[in-house]
């Protein structure tokens, strides 16, 4: 017996460019110390007061089946923070709590995309994007977006991919680089998914982590409420991330739909889990941004130790966990040099490559570990760069 065509070819074969991971991976699992700064997850843990509600609830009883499109309180408090942070009237009719953020970029997806509709995504992309696409049955495209650009995407491009295409996924900030998209770039966004009567999907998992300017949630632009659909979660600005708890948001008939494929599918999230949601929610913007503070303490320390060399130089990045670095001065691809890193220093940084060909030359540092050790091995990292430099 086979498996479906659609599970089989989920991860489009080839290299997915996980292999320093997974050779970091093993590497401890031998006993060998490794410095990992690849994975976006933070290195504490769900605060106790978060978990200690959710004990509360559990044990009060909220342990049988939940509410499919998310408790009414949590909907109203997720509805009242995005209108809070966005200015968009926004009601409890709009969200669909979901079982973390990338079912909610799944669901978002099943909910526009018939099979073989064509969906396109910007590359560099977070990792699973193609994969969800393949999920949903569409044919992913990916619209390049310059590294001389900063790696903000250009409309003329998206548009000249647009033709015949029913979505576009975008996600600010942005992960793997760590770039907030402008307001221009966000307003030629919406242009050409209005010319091309696009779904946009907002990916804004990252809406908490922002070091200069400020985020704008596309949905926010004129006319744009109508045909966005935003993709939240509580993984990375709660550090939530094993609670599996996010949303979407979007149009009222959408989010009964999202219901109706939640009923067949996941059949909801569990109520204690959604209940320490609420309470994690009411802890309000200054929680957010002491959980934000490490990521933005390390980006500070980044910029000190990138400004003493020059071999390696950030993509001017405003918001997210990670920086992106431009390696391509020591001649080699993000790739080898992740390599040759994880071999000589037991360092583990993600290859460029791995999000995408538009990052290519570049690596993806991972600001998850604790400051001087973060500051210690960029700074090895980066000497290291200047001897290949030397070298080459
Ligand atoms: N979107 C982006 C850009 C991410 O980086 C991640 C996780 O790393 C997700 C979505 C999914 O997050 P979660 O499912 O934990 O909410």
Known sequence: MEASNRISTLLGGGSDGWEVFLRARQMIADGIDVTELTIGEHDIRTAAPILQDMHRAALGGHTGYAAIPGIAALRDAVAARVMERTGVPTKRENVMITPGGQSALFAAHMAVIDPGDTALYIDPYYATYPGTLRGVSAVPKAVA??????????????????????????????????VVY?????????????????????????????????????????????????????????????????????????????????????????????????????????????????????????QGVLSRHNRVTAVPSAGAMYLMLDVSATGMSGEAFADALLD?????????????????????????????????????????????????
């Not at 790696?151 to 033709?163: L, N, T, V």
């Not at 609420?278 to 934000?292: K, M, P, V, W, Y």
């Not at 583990?348 to 570990?369: L, Y």
């Open 182 to 302: 402008s307001r221009a770039t966000l307003e030629g966004i919406a242009q050409v998914c209005q010319d091309h009567d696009l779904w946009l999907i907002s990916d804004e998992v990252y809406d908490t982590q922002i070091w200069e300017g400020e985020h704008l949630s596309p949905r926010a632009l004129p006319d744009m409420a109508k045909r966005t659909l935003v993709c939240g979660s509580m993984s990375k600005s709660h550090a939530m991330t094993g609670s599996r708890i996010g949303w979407v948001i979007g149009p009222e008939e959408i989010v009964t739909h999202l219901t109706n494929l939640a009923t067949h599918t996941t059949y909801g999230v569990p109520g204690f889990i959604q209940d320490a949601a609420l309470f994690a929610l009411n802890l309000g913007a200054t929680f957010e941004a002491e959980i934000a503070e490490p990521f933005r303490r390390r980006r500070a320390l980044a």
């Open 145 to 178: 977006a310059r590294a001389e650009d900063a790696f903000q995407p250009r409309a003329d491009d998206i548009d000249a991919a647009a033709k015949g295409a029913r979505s576009l996924m975008i996600n600010s900030p942005n992960n793997p680089t760590g």
């Open 344 to 392: 000589t220093h037991h360092i583990a940084v993600m290859p460029g490559e791995s999000f995408g060909a538009a990052a290519a030359g570049h690596i993806r540092v991972a600001m998850t570990i604790e400051d001087r050790a973060f500051e210690g091995a960029l700074s090895t990292l980066c000497a290291f760069a200047q001897e290949l430099g030397a070298r080459a």
